[in-house]
T-cell receptor, first 114, second 114 residues
Framework: ETGVTQTPRHLVMGMTNKKSLKCEQH?????MYWYKQSAKKPLELMFV???????ENNSVPSRFSPECPNSSHLFLHLHTLQPEDSALYLC?????????????FGSGTQLSVL | AQSVTQLGSHVSVSEGALVLLRCNYS??????LFWYVQYPNQGLQLLLK??????LVKGINGFEAEFKKSETSFHLTKPSAHMSDAAEYFC????????????FGTGTRLLVSP
């Protein structure tokens, strides 16, 4: 148990649906991240939030919309996704948003887009 | 900019044999280097990290890695493999300035046979 909880664990959605992924940490961390893990590809950093402010948007399409209402919660809102968006979406947190910090990962949400 | 190359998408060893997982990095600034492990249906967990304090880094579960600047390598080793070591291993790099932006390799799946 890493202290980072993601829900749901699995999600199947059609291309016209709207859904949200939720991430929660109670580790007292100030930075939170969304990563995308696709088969045979490196983990891709999507978004970084530091003290609830977005500090990185790694050229992610607008059909992915993050939200960080407070330092303990992070959401990823999904709409009009494409089949190639099917992947494991991982949330992570760290004490601070600086080089060398250890990341704590959740177990991920396995997303399938039909 | 930073990047990581992991040689071999799969490595197979027998229980009790030496484990060697290779990682080469590229970084325009002094790097921080990490090894993470991912067990089935779980998120990533930190095995060890290099932050310039010592070139030989010891991690959890008997793993260690050596930073070799001349070879730009950070290979992961364990003297004797255990069945429970079967997992996917990711090497990652970040710069030592600015905010945390981990760049991951494509991963190496370790298979351990009895």
């Amino acid at each position: 148990e890493t202290g980072v909880t993601q829900t749901p664990r699995h999600l199947v959605m059609g291309m016209t649906n709207k859904k949200s992924l939720k991430c929660e940490q109670h580790l007292g961390h100030n930075a939170m991240y969304w990563y995308k893990q696709s088969a045979k590809k490196p983990l891709e950093l999507m978004f970084v939030y530091s003290l609830e402010e977005r500090v990185e948007n790694n050229s992610v399409p607008s059909r992915f919309s993050p939200e960080c209402p407070n330092s303990s919660h992070l959401f990823l809102h999904l709409h009009t996704l494409q089949p190639e968006d099917s992947a494991l979406y991982l949330c992570a947190s760290s004490l601070a948003n600086r080089g060398g910090e250890k990341l704590f990962f959740g177990s991920g949400t396995q997303l399938s887009v039909l | 900019a930073q990047s990581v190359t992991q040689l071999g998408s799969h490595v197979s060893v027998s229980e009790g044999a030496l484990v060697l997982l290779r990682c080469n990095y590229s970084s325009s600034v002094p790097p921080y280097l990490f090894w993470y492990v991912q067990y089935p249906n779980q998120g990533l967990q930190l095995l060890l990290k290099y932050t310039s304090a010592a070139t030989l880094v010891k991690g959890i579960n008997g793993f260690e890695a050596e930073f070799k600047k001349s070879e730009t390598s950070f290979h992961l080793t364990k003297p004797s493999a255990h069945m429970s070591d079967a997992a996917e291993y990711f090497c990652a790099v970040s710069g030592n300035t600015g905010f945390q932006k981990l760049v991951f390799g494509t991963g190496t799946r370790l298979l351990v046979s009895p």
